[in-house]
């Protein structure tokens, strides 16, 4: 079955630590990618997207992903991060070849810190 | 831009009774749009997609009669939930798409919860 996994589950770090979370998916064909953080009591906020073109994406908020076609990942990455970026992080994937249907990831709780 | 809302955002009903859950853009035509259910600590559910003026499709597993979508115009989008239980109290979530945009605009969330 098609599938997508975020290896953390919770990750406990202190302010200006590097962080990166794991997304991988199981899909064949051509794919979007997408990560989304929820903050505490708010709602699902896009960080980056990737649809094609350069697999180096830069989000908001410092973040950055990276695609990597062939090990079917989407790793999301902040070199430094801040106590404000305790939240939790989704990554989301869309088949092309299914229309605008979203599978998440399990989520991954980031605690930082200060 | 890109605003989606929704309303409520709690809800409390009684068992048996209906909900309905209203899902609109405030600043786009939403051709599609899509309601997920969280559960606490986990990641978002798809239950169905709806587009304007068509039935909805639902994901394997959902049933259709309970939880009754309509998307009535470009901008607005219900979900009933029928004769609740409290099994059926959750985190609901609707998200909308402009034509030809795989982008996803999620909305606030209604927390619904069944007595």
């Known amino acids: 079955a098609q599938s997508v996994s975020q290896h953390n589950h919770h990750v406990i770090l202190s302010e200006a630590a590097s962080l990166e979370l794991g997304c991988n998916y199981s899909?064949?064909?051509?794919?979007?990618l997408f990560w989304y953080v929820q903050y505490p009591g708010q709602h699902l906020q896009l960080l980056l997207k990737?649809?094609?073109?350069?697999?180096l994406v830069k989000g908001i908020k410092g973040f950055e992903a990276e695609f990597i076609k062939s090990k079917f990942s989407f790793n999301l990455r902040k070199p430094s991060v801040q106590w404000s970026d305790t939240a939790e992080y989704f990554c989301?994937?869309?088949?092309?070849?299914?229309?605008?249907?979203?599978?998440f990831g399990g989520g991954t709780r980031v605690l930082v810190k200060p | 831009g890109a605003v989606v809302s929704q309303h409520p955002s709690r809800v409390i009903c009684k068992s048996g009774t209906s909900v309905k859950i209203e899902c609109r853009s405030l600043d786009f035509q939403a051709t599609t749009m899509f309601w997920y259910r969280q559960f606490p600590k986990q990641s978002l559910m798809l239950m169905a997609t709806s587009n304007e003026g068509s039935k909805a499709t639902y994901e394997q597993g959902v049933e259709k009669d309970k939880f009754l979508i309509n998307h009535a115009s470009l901008t607005l989008s219900t979900l009933t939930v029928t004769s609740a239980h409290p099994e059926d109290s959750s985190f609901y979530i609707c998200s909308a798409s402009r034509p030809g945009n795989y982008e996803q605009y999620f909305g606030p969330g209604t927390r619904l919860t069944v007595t």
């Open positions: 989301a994937v869309n088949l092309k070849a299914a229309g605008n249907k979203l599978t």
């Open positions: 990737y649809f094609s073109g350069d697999p």
């Open positions: 899909y064949g064909g051509t794919v979007n």
